[in-house]
């Protein structure tokens, strides 16, 4: 579901983060001829938001990564900016407008977000943008080894631990009722997964939690 073969899309849709890693893969990815168009996506005051590097303090989401695309070579031409969101359905919500706006047709689109990202970027996008393909993509690098290169360094192992928490605490909780902001997955959260996750709610690891189990 997650990890089809990556083939020529409409577009590649960077999600807000302070995590800059991913730009790296969009722009291998544009690079390589796979989408005509990079959307950054992302406001003020997202999760990680005050994580972000002092020297980018005070930009939007989308600009922290804009501003490496364009130091990687992305020309300015071909980026968009998306700087209104401040969470994942918004992401997808926007940026789809924005598309609208500027009118560009997607019927797929390269998603480029953390690797442990993937299965909540594919519940909500099923949500918000449903009728386009959702391809997902990320930085090839270990989970075990992510808090060394991702978020530039600045996250320990227990940081990213917590940022996993929070995305699989979504993965259970959004797609309720009272909630109502993705799809349930095409595979049900194991209930080891959810044992651990407990485990690890128990142990402290509640930064990002929006409800306990």
Known sequence: MLKPELKKSDLILCLG????LPIETATI????GFAPFVLFSGGVGGRNYNSARPELSGLTEA???????????V?????LLEENSTN???????????CLEKGITVNSFINVHMPYAGRRDWGTAQKEWSEAEFIFASPSIPLTEYHKKGFQGQKTVQGIIADMIG??????????????????????VP???RDAHNELVD?????????KD
Do not use: W
Request: glycine fraction near 4%; aromatic fraction near 14%; charged fraction near 25%.
């Open 17 to 20: 983060s302070t995590d800059l």
């Open 29 to 32: 990815l544009f690079q390589n």
């Open 63 to 73: 600009r922290m990564m804009a501003k490496l695309a364009y130091d990687y070579g």
């Open 75 to 79: 020309s300015k031409d071909v980026i």
């Open 88 to 98: 994942t359905a918004q992401n997808y919500r926007f940026s789809k407008q924005l």
């Open 167 to 188: 995305d699989l605490n979504r993965i259970v909780h959004y797609p309720k009722p009272e909630f109502g902001y993705m799809v349930e997955q095409c595979e049900p």
């Open 191 to 193: 209930q080891n997964i």
């Open 203 to 211: 142990r402290g690891f509640t930064e990002h939690l929006i409800r």
